[in-house]
């Protein structure tokens, strides 16, 4: 049984309707790993053992009525804390939230349940989910499964470490800088952050919140491109009033390979430089697409300037996180912005900056969005794909030290902690899809993933790359000792 806990999704449901196995005994298996090996990783922090073999029983009794209840019939799953199941709690790792049970599920754990799915379980996050490592005061450390001492990425750090390690079927993350992606390259699975919009975040929130959530997303991580293809057909879509109005039509890519492709390659940038081992793979993709017959580029850039584009994503997402802070805390942010020296770039500098807006400059930032994605789009229409960095180093030691004064260091040269958001950020802020594939280990023992990003909506092309690109230089490979 041990062989499936590596298995896609795709081929658990394909086992369970063969009857090769059941529901209940591929959801006892992850349940005993979970009980084995999550003592050293902590990922899947939120147990919901019970209600998950009681579905896992329900799944198996329809398959004896011949009834098929969807593409993931059966499927165990896990999924990022954040999102709402009913009855569990909903806290972001704020211990203000500790006790705030979902009264309902979320619209993307509708639509998995819908698609035959359960879940057993819930994954960390770090405080707010703002951080690109995993750990609150709540729910402790997660540890990545490639080796213990590292940080699995974040926010969405557990649903990395838990598909890594073989602990889940299935899981889901959320992204506004990085977090679907940045986990998914520290732990070597797949994560696609889905066109801005096309998946209703509803029930991805903390009381109070009603509003679709700006430049950031829900979607899908897994162990193959194919379970981020079958899970977005399952989640994308309107939510709740928009349905009366609206239909999602995603194009799709239509049989084209790897060799009919125009391909930009974006293998480093003085704004955030990445180590040379990290740029040696992108330019490793490139050489493998060259060789197939792509068209191959590492000089095509879109028409935008970078440090503009910069000023813009940090400006909306300093204004989505700050969202929440009180007249008080707004009012020492507004003290401390007034410190600033005008021209002090530093990120810290630049959070401070953008914590805090009025109205009128999120109005002036929302226009030059809108810009942004004009030129994106004028990129795309003469190339399929860009392979970019998604951070600039392999996986680091965890690091809990004072949040804005954090620092890491990339080919012995330090960089600012949030520097590196800037790969995540250049790709948010124009709401373009990117899907994250591993590439293999670095010389380190340790993965590195790449983003493969397209046009807006054209997030099936970047998942059908991904999982084309696998059968020439790999897919996922479990971390050792855990298999």
Same mark, same amino acid.
């Given at each position: 049984?041990?062989?499936?806990?590596?298995?896609?999704?795709?081929?658990?449901?394909?086992?369970?309707?063969?009857?090769?196995?059941?529901?209940?005994?591929?959801?006892?298996?992850?349940?005993?790993?979970?009980?084995?090996?999550?003592?050293?990783?902590?990922?899947?922090?939120?147990?919901?053992?019970?209600?998950?073999?009681?579905?896992?029983?329900?799944?198996?009794?329809?398959?004896?009525?011949?009834?098929?209840?969807?593409?993931?019939?059966?499927?165990?799953?896990?999924?990022?804390?954040?999102?709402?199941?009913?009855?569990?709690?909903?806290?972001?790792?704020?211990?203000?939230?500790?006790?705030?049970?979902?009264?309902?599920?979320?619209?993307?754990?509708?639509?998995?349940?819908?698609?035959?799915?359960?879940?057993?379980?819930?994954?960390?996050?770090?405080?707010?989910?703002?951080?690109?490592?995993?750990?609150?005061?709540?729910?402790?450390?997660?540890?990545?499964?490639?080796?213990?001492?590292?940080?699995?990425?974040?926010?969405?750090?557990?649903?990395?470490?838990? %598909?890594?390690?073989?602990?889940?079927?299935?899981?889901?993350?959320?992204?506004?800088?990085?977090?679907?992606?940045?986990?998914?390259?520290?732990?070597?699975?797949?994560?696609?952050?889905?066109?801005?919009?096309?998946?209703?975040?509803?029930?991805?929130?903390?009381?109070?919140?009603?509003?679709?959530?700006?430049?950031?997303?829900?979607?899908?991580?897994?162990?193959?491109?194919?379970?981020?293809?079958?899970?977005?057909?399952?989640?994308?879509?309107?939510?709740?009033?928009?349905?009366?109005?609206?239909? %999602?039509? %995603?194009?799709?890519?239509?049989?084209?390979?790897?060799?009919?492709?125009?391909?930009?390659?974006?293998?480093?940038?003085?704004?955030?430089?990445?180590?040379?081992?990290?740029?040696?793979?992108?330019?490793?993709?490139?050489?493998?697409?060259?060789?197939?017959?792509?068209?191959?580029?590492?000089?095509?850039?879109?028409?935008?300037?970078?440090?503009?584009?910069?000023?813009?994503?940090?400006? %909306?997402?300093?204004?989505?996180?700050?969202?929440?802070?009180?007249?008080?805390?707004?009012?020492?942010?507004?003290?401390?912005?007034?410190?600033?020296?005008?021209?002090?770039?530093?990120?810290?500098?630049?959070?401070?900056?953008?914590?805090?807006?009025?109205?009128?400059?999120?109005?002036?930032?929302?226009?030059?969005?809108?810009?942004?994605?004009?030129?994106?789009?004028?990129?795309?229409?003469?190339?399929?794909?860009?392979?970019?960095?998604?951070?600039?180093?392999?996986?680091?030691?965890?690091?809990?030290?004072?949040?804005?004064?954090?620092?890491?260091?990339?080919?012995?040269?330090?960089?600012?902690?949030?520097?590196?958001?800037?790969?995540?950020?250049?790709?948010?802020?124009?709401?373009?899809?990117?899907?994250?594939?591993?590439?293999?280990?670095?010389?380190?023992?340790?993965?590195?993933?790449?983003?493969?990003?397209?046009?807006?909506?054209?997030?099936?092309?970047?998942?059908?790359?991904?999982?084309?690109?696998?059968?020439?230089?790999?897919?996922?490979?479990?971390?050792?000792?855990?298999?």
């Amino acid at each position: 049984m041990a062989h499936k806990a590596f298995a896609s999704a795709v081929e658990l449901a394909k086992s369970i309707k063969a009857k090769e196995v059941s529901s209940l005994e591929l959801t006892d298996m992850y349940i005993q790993r979970v009980e084995t090996y999550d003592k050293d990783i902590n990922a899947v922090v939120v147990r919901d053992f019970e209600r998950g073999r009681e579905a896992a029983k329900a799944a198996d009794a329809a398959l004896a009525r011949n009834e098929d209840l969807g593409p993931l019939h059966g499927v165990p799953m896990t999924i990022k804390e954040a999102y709402d199941i009913e009855g569990l709690p909903t806290t972001w790792g704020i211990a203000d939230f500790r006790d705030n049970i979902a009264v309902e599920d979320s619209d993307t754990v509708k639509r998995l349940k819908g698609a035959g799915a359960h879940f057993f379980g819930k994954t960390n996050v770090p405080l707010n989910l703002a951080d690109f490592q995993s750990f609150n005061d709540i729910y402790g450390t997660t540890n990545n499964p490639w080796n213990l001492e590292r940080v699995p990425g974040g926010s969405s750090g557990g649903s990395s470490a838990a %598909l890594a390690a073989g602990l889940t079927g299935l899981d889901a993350g959320s992204d506004i800088g990085g977090s679907i992606r940045n986990p998914a390259h520290f732990c070597g699975i797949y994560g696609h952050k889905p066109t801005w919009g096309i998946v209703s975040d509803a029930g991805h929130s903390l009381p109070g919140q009603f509003a679709p959530a700006d430049i950031a997303v829900v979607g899908p991580m897994a162990r193959s491109a194919e379970d981020l293809a079958v899970s977005l057909d399952i989640v994308a879509g309107p939510s709740g009033n928009d349905a009366t109005g609206w239909k %999602l039509n %995603l194009p799709r890519p239509k049989g084209r390979k790897l060799s009919d492709l125009k391909v930009a390659l974006w293998l480093s940038d003085s704004m955030a430089p990445v180590s040379v081992e990290i740029s040696d793979r992108v330019q490793m993709v490139g050489d493998t697409l060259a060789k197939l017959g792509a068209k191959v580029s590492d000089s095509a850039r879109p028409a935008i300037d970078l440090n503009a584009s910069h000023a813009v994503y940090n400006s %909306l997402l300093w204004g989505v996180m700050s969202a929440g802070l009180s007249e008080e805390e707004k009012q020492q942010q507004r003290e401390q912005r007034a410190k600033l020296a005008p021209d002090d770039d530093s990120m810290p500098a630049l959070i401070t900056r953008f914590s805090v807006q009025e109205h009128s400059e999120w109005a002036a930032n929302n226009n030059k969005r809108f810009e942004l994605r004009k030129n994106w789009q004028a990129f795309f229409a003469e190339w399929d794909i860009l392979i970019c960095p998604q951070m600039a180093t392999t996986a680091f030691p965890h690091d809990h030290g004072d949040y804005i004064g954090r620092t890491t260091t990339v080919d012995n040269e330090t960089q600012d902690y949030f520097q590196q958001i800037f790969w995540a950020g250049l790709i948010t802020v124009a709401h373009l899809p990117s899907t994250v594939f591993p590439t293999g280990p670095s010389s380190e023992g340790l993965p590195i993933g790449l983003q493969a990003v397209g046009a807006e909506f054209h997030d099936y092309h970047t998942i059908e790359f991904a999982r084309q690109l696998a059968s020439e230089i790999g897919g996922f490979v479990p971390p050792p000792g855990f298999e």
